[in-house]
């Protein structure tokens, strides 16, 4: 079974610019999350899809940063424009939960942002 | 959410068993309670979960209190691969998972 992919893998911007991560979930998986991971401290979520709806968006910082979700299948996050404490790990992460909700989470691993 | 509390760090010798505490007092009658772990340069991976009774599998065995406010989870055979962040998250209805800073298990050859 393939796992979460992302890319690009690493990405050096400067502050002001934009820049867009890509993430392509376990196939059949409803549910898409992404997470911001400052380093030493734990994945924040930022947005869970299920299909195509948002169903959290409670912590995306909405003036800068958006994400959708194609046809309920690939998802992109996009910064614009971004900050100096935008850097960090950016990771996506999707499972099958649907009416159970305990269902095991798969991470991608993750997209290291840099903002100079 | 609730919350929970771990250990900043910890230290086992290669081979040895491991034992990672978590603190759940507020933990309610639903709530799942989770491990994951992030190895270096890596997004976390699942590790167990499980609600009252003990459960195990190929990669370790959660022990759960009889009053569900605390747990442990147990590395049977500690190895230099199992060197990571250890996340214990409780996961109620409708809810998400919320990583608090975790436990960085070092394991020393």
């Known amino acids: 079974e393939a796992g979460v992919a992302q890319s690009p893998r690493y990405k050096i911007i400067e502050k002001r610019q934009s820049v867009a991560f890509w993430c392509n979930p376990i196939s059949g998986h409803a549910t898409l999350y992404w997470y911001q991971q400052i380093l030493g401290q734990g994945p924040k979520l930022l947005i869970q899809?299920?299909?195509?709806?948002?169903?959290?968006d409670s912590q995306l910082p909405k003036d800068r940063f958006s994400a959708e979700r194609l046809k309920g299948v690939d998802s992109t996050l996009k910064i614009q424009p971004a900050k100096l404490e935008d850097s960090a790990v950016y990771l996506c992460a999707s499972s099958s939960r649907g009416t159970g909700f305990y269902s095991e989470a798969f991470f991608g691993q993750g997209t290291r942002l840099t903002v100079v | 959410d609730a919350k929970t509390t771990q250990p900043n760090s910890m230290e086992s010798n290669e081979e040895e068993p491991v034992h990672l505490p978590c603190n759940h007092s507020?933990?309610?009658?639903?709530?799942?309670i989770h491990w994951y772990r992030q190895l270096p340069s890596q997004g976390p991976e699942y590790v167990i979960h499980g609600l009252t009774s003990n459960v195990n599998n190929r990669m370790a065995s959660l022990a759960i209190a009889e009053d569900r406010k605390s747990s442990t989870l147990i590395l049977h055979r500690a190895t230099l691969r199992d060197a990571a962040v250890y996340y214990c998250i409780l996961m109620g209805y409708g809810q998400n998972f919320v990583f608090g800073p975790g436990t960085r298990l070092s394991v020393l050859p």
């Open positions: 899809f299920q299909n195509n709806g948002v169903v959290d």
């Open positions: 507020t933990i309610s009658g639903t709530d799942y």
